[in-house]
């Protein structure tokens, strides 16, 4: 047992939000029910080779059907919020013209089962599923998306702006640019560097519109904000070209993103290192990305440590395992300070008015014991080591109001199908049954106290 892990009492403020997230591709299945139009996470997951077993999310959890059951368990947990996003394509089958009605129904319902459960739902806007429809059109790389955006964006506030008070407009930006058209291992699986970067220009451009559209719509109790990935940068030697390489990561996986949103500018350093390959920018481009947020939201799962390796050509560098350290399913190193680490940086250099963890939580394998409970220790040894580094950043002075842990049931991982468990909540595969982990019980009793009862066991 380490050290930091024998806390017994720690207070989180009074109001702290204790939630857990999901989003709609990943639980809702129902791809086709109901008028609901294709994304592209549907095309996607539909071409042979794409995804681990060839998985989809076709049925996924079933969430769309079986969200009273959900919504129960979520209660059940003790949960406070619930972050959740809305598939486009199930508002606007085409991504834009005809509304449909029976999509925008579904999350009505789920909203007031959320919150006649005294559960705050968090909705985001974008959550990787972009009708099929649009990027036929030549998707996020096309500026015309953008505006598409913009106008589902005010569609779904007039419908639950009422009833939702904190929105978030995308989710990783950095993983749909580079993971959706450089590395090409997540939809659309495009693999060029420049629409890469085009497309990062345009999300940030979109964000920026959407936090417009919702103040001029005007409802003062909605707080709305952007979902980054951060990632702490080490360089893996003292050596001056390892410590460029960590810079330019860190430009490009955190800078290239926080910089335009909180200093209204890009990266001085990585425009140059981007070259020819820099994005078509608009006048007053920057200054939309730059309205002002209420909240930044944090997804953090692990750091990388970085080494040069100039034969990688976009950015020159590669990330290297670190000796000793212990790694979840994913292959992500578990490294609990460097969430601390991220919280103290945005405090120091970018001031967000406030912070919520969007989501942290880990791919352990699951496996149930003798008596059918799924004794997933490790997992609550990795959350409780997060939620002391986030405590330590509050006493700082972190404006951190919330955490969300990922994810609130096992789900569909991606481009890793069902083969990643990372939930609260267990569910079979063959049944769609859920099951309750044990660190769903531990976060319930953490919850219900605000602070750690004792060690992990
Ligand atoms: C994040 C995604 C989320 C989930 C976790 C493990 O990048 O936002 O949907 O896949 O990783």
């Known amino acids: 047992m380490k050290a930091e892990r024998l806390v017994t009492s720690l207070r989180f403020p009074e109001d702290f939000l204790w939630g857990s997230a999901a989003s709609a591709y990943q639980i809702e299945g129902a791809h086709n029910e109901d008028g609901k ?131 978030s407009t995308i989710n990783e930006p950095w993983v749909i640019s580079f993971g959706g058209h450089y590395y090409g291992l997540l939809a659309p699986g495009m693999k060029d560097a420049e629409t890469a970067l085009q497309v990062s220009h345009h999300l940030l451009l979109a964000h920026g519109q959407a936090v417009q559209t919702l103040r001029e719509m005007g409802d003062k109790r909605c707080k709305i904000g952007i979902v980054l990935n951060l990632t702490p940068i080490h360089p893996a030697s003292e050596g001056a070209e390892d410590h460029e390489a960590a810079s330019r990561a860190d430009g490009y996986m955190n800078r290239w993103f926080l910089d335009p949103i909180f200093a209204g500018n890009y990266p001085e350093d990585m425009l140059t290192w981007f070259g020819d390959k820099v994005p078509a920018i608009e006048p007053g481009d920057i200054e939309t990305i730059s309205t002002g947020i209420d909240y930044l939201g944090v997804n953090y799962y692990t750091r990388l440590v970085v080494e040069a390796f100039p034969s990688e050509t976009l950015i020159g560098l590669r990330p290297i395992p670190v000796e000793g350290s212990e790694y979840t399913e994913t292959n992500w190193e578990v490294f609990p300070q460097g969430l601390y680490e991220i919280l103290i940086r945005l405090m120091n250099e970018y001031q967000p008015p406030a912070i919520y963890i969007t989501e942290n939580g880990a791919n352990f394998p699951d496996e149930a014991d003798e008596t059918g409970q799924i004794n997933d220790v490790k997992r609550i040894e990795f959350l409780q080591d997060h939620f002391l580094q986030a405590h330590r950043a509050i006493e700082e002075g972190v404006p951190l109001l919330g955490y969300f842990v990922w994810s609130v049931m096992d789900l569909f991982e991606w481009d890793s199908g069902y083969s990643h468990r990372y939930g609260l909540i267990y569910v079979n595969r063959e049944t769609l049954e859920r099951k309750v982990k044990r660190s769903g019980l531990w976060y319930k009793q953490f919850i219900q106290q605000q602070m750690f009862m004792g060690e992990a066991q």
């Open 37 to 167: 139009g294709d994304s592209i996470w549907d095309q996607f997951s539909h071409t042979p080779g794409n995804v681990a077993n060839n998985d989809t999310g076709d049925v996924a959890c079933d969430h769309y059907h079986r969200y009273r059951e959900d919504v129960e368990l979520m209660a059940f947990l003790s949960l406070q919020a619930y972050r959740f996003s809305i598939s486009w394509p199930r508002v606007l089958p085409q991504g834009k013209g005809e509304v449909n009605q029976a999509g925008l129904d579904f999350y009505h319902r789920l909203v007031d089962e959320l919150l006649d459960a005294g559960i705050a739902p968090m909705a985001t806007l974008y959550m990787w599923d972009l009708p099929q429809t649009l990027q036929d059109e030549g998707g996020w790389a096309n500026r015309d998306t953008v505006k598409n955006f913009q106008d589902y964006a005010s569609i779904v506030y007039q419908a639950f702006g009422d009833r939702v008070h904190l929105w």
